[in-house]
């Protein structure tokens, strides 16, 4: 049987476009379509805004700490909105040209339509042209999940603070996740007074539990005014503002409620029922290590699987793809080491591997640990405390988990994160002289551990 592709690509994100490009380098005919901004989540409404929002929110703190180095009139002034955002909107539309222009120089034939599945072979555009391919590949991506409660059609989601025509007088942020925490801290930043609620008692869950304390008192020291155990119960509109009730009781006004409350996978009207995909509870597909669902001419990648839902997974997920299928190089992603960082300020919390939680259950590790003032913000009058963590393997001194919180620790946890991903031991950083003066340096001269956790065997003994 002809087709009219090698390969239709539904969505032009991160996983969509790598998969699409390096395909189409390997000499396959592929078409892909995109129903918004070529770039996706990541680069439109994502990690590239959010970043650049980061960096322009650390202004006031960057005068503080100058101040304590002897620059007495060192003042961020206020922040310009209108100055900002057109230059953001330029960079935004300069990256899209690059992507577009990148899929077209490797060849690819882009549809700027939405997309769905009528069979196993055959795509249909929003504008109603038919196509058939011999693979097809969802790289749908996400969308935010909102709660269920009255007025939340009210609140914002994080793809609206990047549009916003001026920044909000008082801000809510709801959530306690990643994006809950740095948009919580980018709004602080720039000067809007905001409250972070969240239901539970520690921000992060899932992290490892100094990280979470740490970003908790962070948060609540950096200015936001963090409300812990509770949440809203329903949003109301008086005037301008939004009315929010809180299931404490009290009653609060707010001109902007942003819900980080979780995203789920954009699977909706994608025609997954017609083709035969299978998908799970959250409507995300189902895939097997190879990325392919049950039919088997259909892949999945990227956060529409719901896997590991960030940036460089859905990338790597897409070239395996492109690689195995393509590529005569079959190749799947290793999940099971994935770093990841929470773009906080004036410190991020940063991670791979085991965290001291899960090595509680699973017993014989052992826990290094420091906590210290770094000199730098320390000089300038700061009494923000940095973390490093490793957790290591008993038996084996392998090192299975390295935890940090501090300035800039995305950027460290990068390159622990290949010695970890080698299989590094303890005895490895111990042996790898230290680079002086820095922060990171201290992860290698760990000498002595903080706590043992006893193997689970030798606890039953003991109880
Ligand atoms: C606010 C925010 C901040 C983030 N920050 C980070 C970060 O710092 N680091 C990190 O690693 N990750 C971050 N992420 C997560 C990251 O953006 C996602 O994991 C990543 O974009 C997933 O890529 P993807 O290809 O699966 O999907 P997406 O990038 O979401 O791309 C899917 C594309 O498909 C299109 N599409 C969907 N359905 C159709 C259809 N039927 N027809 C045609 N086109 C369609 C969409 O318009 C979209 O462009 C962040 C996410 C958010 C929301
Ligand atoms: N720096 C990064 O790498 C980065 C940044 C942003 C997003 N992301 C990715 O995007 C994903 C989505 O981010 P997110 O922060 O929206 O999700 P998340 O799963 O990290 O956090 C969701 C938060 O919402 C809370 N919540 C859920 N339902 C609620 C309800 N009904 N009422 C009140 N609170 C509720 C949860 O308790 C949790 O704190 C992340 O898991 C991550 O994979 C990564």
């Known amino acids: 049987m002809s087709f009219d592709y090698d390969l239709f690509v539904i969505g032009g994100g991160s996983g969509g476009v790598r998969a699409a490009r390096i395909s189409a380098g390997y000499g396959a005919r592929v078409a892909l379509a995109e129903e918004s901004r070529m770039g996706g989540t990541c680069v439109i409404r994502g990690c590239v805004p959010k970043k650049l929002m980061v960096y ?78 011999k693979h097809i590949l969802i790289a749908a991506g996400g969308r935010p999940y909102l709660p269920d409660l009255p007025g939340a059609e009210l609140g914002m989601i994080s793809d609206d603070l990047f549009l916003m025509k001026r920044l909000p007088t008082r801000a809510l942020v709801v959530g306690g996740g990643f994006i809950a925490c740095e948009f919580a801290g980018i709004l602080n930043g720039l000067g809007v007074p905001t409250v972070q609620v969240y239901r539970g008692d520690k921000v992060l869950r899932g992290f490892d539990s100094g990280l979470r304390d740490l970003m908790t008192e962070q948060i609540a020291e950096s200015g936001v005014s963090l409300r812990l155990n509770a949440s809203p ?34 699977t909706k009207g994608l025609g997954l029922e017609e083709a035969g995909v299978k998908t799970g509870k959250w409507g995300e597909i189902l895939v097997d290590e190879w990325s392919q669902t049950n039919i088997p001419s259909i892949f999945a990648v990227g956060d529409v699987t719901d896997r590991i839902n960030l940036t460089p997974v859905a990338i790597r997920e897409g070239h395996a793809f492109a690689d195995t299928v393509f590529g005569n190089k079959p190749d799947k992603l290793d999940h099971s ?127």
């Open 56 to 133: 322009a929110s650390g202004a006031p703190e960057a005068a503080a700490e100058s101040r304590g180095y002897g620059w007495l009139d060192a003042e961020a002034g206020d922040f310009s909105w209108p100055a900002f955002r057109p230059k953001l909107d330029e960079e935004l539309d300069r990256l899209e040209r690059a992507y577009s222009a990148g899929l077209e120089a490797a060849g690819v034939t882009i549809h700027k339509q939405r997309a769905r599945l009528r069979g196993p072979h055959e795509v249909e555009l929003a504008g109603g042209e038919v196509f058939t391919a």
């Open 233 to 266: 119960e329903k949003l109301e509109a008086d005037g301008e503002r939004i009315r929010v009730s809180m299931n404490d009781g009290t009653t609060e006004y707010y001109d902007a409620v942003m819900f980080a409350t979780g995203r789920v996978p954009y």
């Open 337 to 463: 080491l994935v770093a990841s960082a929470v773009y906080t300020r004036p410190h991020e919390a940063a991670t791979i591997g085991m965290t001291e939680d899960e090595a509680e259950l699973r017993g014989d590790v052992l826990i290094y640990e420091t906590r210290f003032r770094p000199m730098r913000s320390m000089f300038a009058g700061s009494d923000a405390r940095v973390m490093m963590k490793l957790v290591v393997d008993r038996q084996s001194d392998r090192v299975l988990g390295c935890h940090i919180f501090g300035p800039d620790a995305g950027e460290m946890i990068q390159l622990a994160a290949i010695a970890v991903t080698m299989g590094a031991t303890k005895r490895d950083f111990d042996r790898t002289v230290a680079v002086h003066p820095t922060m990171a340096e201290e992860l290698v001269t760990l000498r002595q551990p903080a706590r043992v956790i006893d193997a689970v065997k030798d606890r039953a003994i003991g109880a």
